[in-house]
């Protein structure tokens, strides 16, 4: 076991002042496990992380942030612009790893002139974020793989364009993940337990002319391959918001197969009483599987048939379908 210490107020011999510090000292050749412990402070760092076997612990998530500000507007040296998937504050590209008690945030904004500004983009299987703050508006939190292919040229350019698509499985506890469009997006198997799911949104994305509440965001896209039984599951989460009345929907299909299921969840005045919106996608409506299973909370159906004809209220047999174990366990056993 390697233990590798960071902070910002004691730097010496046996303590670095950054991050990419600390992941640069480990031997190339070692499979040993390796924990950083971060002190409290922020951190102006663009990491990635493309070894197994590593953990990251803050001193707590409040104060312990790492942050960046690129964006998927920026134009890059060649004339070109930055994207979706090159924009992102810290990458996970491995397998076993494991962040806890940190915010990683991405600070661009506003979202009209930044776009898209992935704060977490984690590729790989067996990871498992505690007890963290993933902070930005547009894109925060990407759950790896990408889809097999980009809606149009050019979109998925990043570090894992033309990688095989791997899906892995992921577990997010007692975190707090905040945006406005599609700021949980992905394809992986992933478990939400106990988290705060925060619409932040500054301004209508879409007015509405027919004199319902504008649209100010989507908590979730997913991209679920087809076949998978899984895609996103959220347990005992609360989905809040700063933003107007009936105004956010729970998700909607950034691929055609999406899933999302929603279990004992609270869900804010902010939620649409649709709840899920298709994407004025016809083969989604025919393919996607977004459910709920006791919500609660202003935004909770109260009225089953006022939900889109596409979402599933589900019954306790049908639910119990749905436990961690059962999400996240595959071949080898994995319930973190």
């Known amino acids: 076991m390697i233990n590798l210490y960071v902070t910002k107020t004691n730097t010496g011999k046996e303590h670095f002042d950054s991050l990419a510090e600390a992941l640069a000292s480990i031997p190339a050749d070692t499979c040993e496990p390796v924990t950083v412990f971060l002190g409290a402070g922020t951190y102006h760092e663009k990491v990635t992380i493309q070894r197994p076997f590593v953990t990251l612990i803050g001193e707590n998530a409040e104060a312990t942030i790492i942050t960046y500000d690129d964006c998927a507007k920026q134009f890059m040296t060649d004339g070109s612009k930055r994207g979706t998937f090159r924009s992102y504050t810290m990458f996970l590209d491995s397998h076993d790893i494991t962040l806890t008690n940190l915010t990683v945030r991405n600070a661009s904004s506003p979202r009209s002139k930044a776009g898209q500004a992935i704060a977490l983009y984690a590729d790989g299987d067996r990871i498992l974020i505690k007890n963290c703050r993933l902070e930005s508006y547009q894109d925060t939190l990407f759950t790896g793989p990408l889809p097999p292919t980009p809606l149009s040229p050019g979109g998925f350019t990043g570090p894992k364009e033309f990688a095989e698509r791997i899906v892995g499985r992921q577990y997010y506890e007692d975190c707090y993940i905040c945006g406005d469009i599609d700021f949980i997006f992905g394809s992986a198997t992933a ?39 899984y895609g996103y599951v959220f347990h005992n989460c609360r989905f809040t918001g700063t933003v107007p009345e009936k105004s956010v929907y729970l998700g909607r299909p950034w691929r055609d197969y999406a899933k999302t299921v929603l279990l004992s969840c609270y869900l804010g005045p902010h939620i649409k009483p649709e709840g899920f919106h298709d994407w004025n996608k016809p083969n989604a409506r025919e393919n996607c599987f977004y459910a709920e299973y006791q919500s609660d909370g202003p935004g909770a159906a109260k009225i089953p048939s006022c939900r889109a004809p596409y979402v599933h209220q589900l019954t306790a047999k049908e639910a119990a379908l749905y436990t961690k174990e059962k999400v996240l366990s595959g071949v080898d056993g994995w319930c973190p």
Not at 207 to 222: L, Q, S
Not at 224 to 229: A, I, L, R, V
């Open 191 to 229: 478990y939400f337990e106990r988290c705060e799911i925060a619409s932040v949104a500054s301004e209508a994305l879409v007015p509405d002319n027919e004199g319902n509440p504008a649209v100010y965001g989507y908590a979730t896209a997913a991209s679920t391959p087809e076949g998978y039984p």
